[in-house]
Every structure is written in structure tokens, then in C-alpha cells.
């Protein structure tokens, strides 16, 4: 008779990949939601010169698409999280693992693209202020500039746990017989 331990060895591999996988997955939808409340509820309001001037995220195409970025990246990380479960527990198949592999490469691409037009409305300053094209508007809106910012850092964080991801995915699915 064996030990238990000899037995259980050949999953054990699996079992802390599927773990690492579920939490990356929660992270992943953690940080995009997360991102998606911020950016949707960053807004300021000054007065200058008598003047009042709104900032808000939907007076920009770019930081609605980011949000919609984010919006998307969060209900896929959802959709992935249950099937990594339910798929997890029929074993190790490697055509799952492609598909996961796809998934997860699309989904971080999306991410990437809207913090990339996020990114790309503004760019930080020499002195870490945020500029908007060359007019420097974070001088004025400075509590809405660092909430964008706070969002994209979250979303950034959320493309390194979908890279992460993608290679365990693809390392996964480089198993397949063809």
C-alpha cells in the first residue's frame, strides 16, 4: 500500500496552478472594478475667474472608453473566474487551456488599449503634475486628475495579473495533441 502522499503528488502541481490562477482572477476583477468605479465617479467642479469649470470623465471619448475598458475587463474577469472554477474541477484538459489562453490574451488587450487612450489624454508633467494636450489643466482640477491617475494605475495592475494570465495559460495549452 502506498502513502497518501505518493498518490496525491501528480496533482499537486495542478491543485497551486489553479489556485494561482483563481486568485490572479480575483484580483484581476478586484482592480478592474475598482478602476471602473473610480473613473465613473471622478468629477470636479471649480470656479475660475468667475467661471465654473466642469471635469468629468465622460467629457472625454478616451477616458469613456477606458471606463467601458474596464467596464468589459471586469464582467469577462467575472465570466473567467467561474469557468476556471467549474472547468478546474474536470481536471487538467488542454483544448480548455487554449481557450483560456484566448480569453485571457483578448481581455488583456482590451485593458491595454484603454489605459493606453487613458494614458494617452494626458501625460505627467516634470514635476508630477498631469498635462491634457499642452494645456495644463490639473493646476485647476487636481482632485480629478489624481483620481484618473489612481484608475489607470488600477488598471495597469489588472494588464499584469491578465499577462500572467495569458503565459500560465499558454504554458497550459502547449500540452495539446495534435
Known amino acids: 500500500m502506498e502513502p497518501k502522499n505518493m498518490q496525491s503528488s501528480p496533482l499537486k502541481p495542478y491543485k497551486y496552478l489553479l489556485g494561482t490562477q483563481i486568485l490572479l482572477r ?30 468629468r470623465y465622460s467629457y472625454s471619448s478616451a477616458f469613456k472608453f477606458f471606463a467601458f475598458a474596464n467596464m468589459i475587463g471586469c464582467a469577462f474577469s467575472v465570466l473567467s473566474l467561474f469557468l476556471a472554477s467549474v472547468l478546474g474541477h474536470k481536471g487538467l484538459v488542454p483544448k480548455n487551456s487554449f481557450y483560456m489562453f484566448l480569453h485571457d490574451l483578448i481581455v488583456m488587450a482590451v485593458l491595454l488599449a484603454g489605459c493606453a487612450a487613458a494614458t494617452a489624454v494626458g501625460y505627467v508633467g516634470k514635476y508630477g503634475e ?31 495579473f491578465y499577462l500572467c494570465l495569458t503565459i500560465i495559460s499558454a504554458n497550459q495549452s502547449t500540452q495539446i495533441q495534435v
Do not use: R
Not at 478602476?35 to 466642469?54: A, C, H, N, P, R
Not at 495644463?136 to 488598471?155: A, R
Open 130 to 160: 498631469m498635462h491634457s494636450g499642452w494645456m495644463p489643466i490639473c493646476e485647476h482640477v487636481d482632485k480629478f486628475c489624481h483620481k484618473v491617475t489612481n484608475s489607470v494605475m488600477l488598471s495597469y495592475f489588472a494588464v499584469f
Open 26 to 55: 480575483i484580483l484581476a476583477t478586484i482592480f478592474t472594478l475598482a478602476s471602473t468605479w473610480i473613473i465613473l465617479t471622478s468629477k470636479q467642479t471649480v470656479t475660475i475667474f468667475g467661471l465654473e469649470m466642469d471635469a
